[in-house]
């Protein structure tokens, strides 16, 4: 396939962890004084992603899966303990974060750019990808255009695009239909056999026997 000559021509990615989680504690306050509240929604997560594995995080609604890839991603600051991420990192929120008025190609140009991705290695990174999630024919749509599948698709394409060798993926296939989900899941066992890290996010985790290894956040604690 065309995005492993890509994926190849990157430098090599370095063995073992990617990602290392320790302890890490969170509580959001609400209100004000007198009636300020706090909720302790972190309260000692410890995880590892090594290289080449496909691991899931599991969680009920509200467990604080999203908190704690934000806390990964540097979005949201932890109050306690540590997150280490050697290398390229690439993070699908939850909720897409696209501009409405700018079109797909834009998106990845932007995103390009972001990465420090020639034109020439943007197209072959992009190319592969549009044609994987069939949605090569919206390259010239605008986000507000597009379907809340295609968005996904988008939000998908953009945080691996630059082959990071740690992926974040949050409740990455919401919207897709069955044969896109099914897709998704090539994708992502592709990567991993090329040594991405790939951690998964979902509060519905069918497909256990393609996951290296399981996590459940359970009151603010990780279970493996
Ligand atoms: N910015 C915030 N301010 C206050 N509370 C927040 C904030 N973000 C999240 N929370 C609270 O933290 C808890 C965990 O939310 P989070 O979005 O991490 O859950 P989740 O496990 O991702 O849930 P879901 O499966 O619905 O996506 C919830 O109780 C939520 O209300
Ligand atoms: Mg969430």
Redesign the pocket.
């Known amino acids: 396939m065309e995005w492993l000559a890509y994926a190849e021509a990157m430098e090599e990615r370095p063995p073992g962890t990617v990602l290392r989680v320790r302890d890490v504690t969170k509580s ?3 209100g004000i004084r007198p009636f300020r509240r706090t ?1 302790e ?1 972190l309260k000692g997560a410890s995880f590892d992603v090594r290289s080449g594995e496909l691991v899931g995080l599991v ?12 806390i990964i991603v540097g979005l ?1 600051r932890r109050d306690g303990g540590t997150v280490e991420r050697p290398g390229r990192l690439g993070y699908c929120p ?1 909720l897409p974060m696209l501009w409405d008025k700018l079109t797909v190609d834009e998106h990845f140009a932007l995103f390009a750019h972001a990465y420090g991705l020639g034109l020439e290695d943007r197209e072959r990174a992009v190319v592969p990808l549009l044609e994987d999630l069939r949605f090569g024919r919206y390259r010239g749509y605008r986000v507000e255009e597009l379907s809340g599948g295609t968005r996904q698709k988008l939000n998908l394409a953009l945080a691996l695009m630059h082959e990071p060798d740690l992926l974040l993926l ?2 990455p296939y919401a919207g897709f239909d069955w044969e896109t989900y099914l897709r998704f899941w090539d994708i992502a066992e592709q990567r991993r056999d090329v040594g991405m890290g790939i951690l998964i ?3 519905f985790l069918a497909e256990r026997e393609r996951l290296d290894r399981v996590y459940t ?1 359970v009151d603010g604690r990780t279970v493996e």
């Open positions: 959001f306050r609400r909720t929604v969680g009920e609604n509200g467990s604080g899966k999203s908190t704690l890839l934000q949201l939850q949050d409740e996010v979902s509060h956040l």
